[in-house]
């Protein structure tokens, strides 16, 4: 059996895995990316266990994956800071995603 | 070689697809849906020729679809109206997709 | 710091989000779901640390799901079996989607 | 009222809007992407009117896609060159998606 702490990073996983492959692919540019940001954050914290969800579309990178004239471009995994945070009988755990190397890095921050 | 009405409901049509499978599947609830319904307007606005997208995730199928023991439901085709309008070299294609038999249908309204 | 269990777990539930949500939608049939449940499984086990995911499209559920007049349906979860084997740091984490009262469950079964 | 030959043309769209946004993301690697090539057309040619799709994952770009210390890399439109043929009413449409300057363009060749 899984204790609560396993369980909860679990369902943390799940989180970050919903969030990636749901919403990348996503036609983004600088004026919608606000929207897009709290609409994810909002989606992921409908899931069980999830009590905040916080998106990040960083305005930098999201500027230069931009060709001026596209205007827009997909949303993919290096475009976002993510962290979760998920509350399963009584365990808290802090996960986060950032861009580490040129890749978007899922990780446990805490378990508490 | 297409014609401009032909080049216009095609693009018409990859607004439709993008949007359905972009992002059915996204956890909703009552209070989420405002702001995924325009996340998704605005996401399908950002493709080239669409001057206009609108998505009504309809409050009486979206309820009817959430289990309250859950709380949310997952977002579906059947759930949502949808109204897509393009511009293409002077041609406008409306488009809608609504609810037929059960079965959300996606149709061209007018080339005009 | 999380324990190598934990980070596992995480690990195991990345791959769920991600098989969930990146592929109900997709247009499956009774002919066309063998060949989708190998790719299914051989797309998560790309994905870090994954050593065997093995997906059950249920013939009964999807022929259910099928309307006659259509010929097909969209996967959804609860038209699937899942099983994923992660392992992690020496620690094999053992996970399972299963229908449970209607709805499909993602659970960890056993952390070794 | 759209002609039969503009409601092919939009369905097509359909059909390129599906295939992209449902499955890039996905991952993939040398070994899995016949089998995916092959989940994809199968998958499109179950939605209605559509007699052929045809998708290549270029190796030649897959393979620069995939840094080697990871593996594998997501599906990208422009790993892919994509042909889909619909038919409507007896009017054919040839359409498809191609790179051009760094960027996946979907096109109709033909309407018949």
């Known amino acids: 059996m899984p204790t609560d ?3 909860a990073c679990f369902e943390a996983g799940i ?3 919903t969030l990636y492959h749901q ?3 996503t036609p983004v540019d600088r004026e919608s990316a606000p ?3 709290r609409a994810i954050e909002e989606a992921i914290e409908n899931q069980p266990h999830c009590v ?3 998106v990040a579309i960083r ?3 999201l500027q230069e994956a931009i060709d001026p004239t596209i205007g827009y471009t997909e949303l993919q995994g290096p475009l976002m800071d993510v962290e979760i945070r998920v509350d399963y009988e ?3 755990v802090h996960t986060e995603m950032e861009l580490e190397d040129g890749y978007p890095r899922m990780r446990v ?3 508490e």
Chains 1, 2, 3, 4 share one sequence.
Do not use: P, W
């Open 52 to 54: 905040e969800a916080s």
């Open 5 to 7: 702490s396993e369980v």
């Open 15 to 17: 989180k970050f895995g």
């Open 109 to 111: 921050e805490s378990v």
């Open 23 to 25: 919403f990348t692919g």
């Open 59 to 61: 305005e930098d990178r």
């Open 90 to 92: 009584g365990v808290t």
């Open 35 to 37: 929207g897009l940001e």
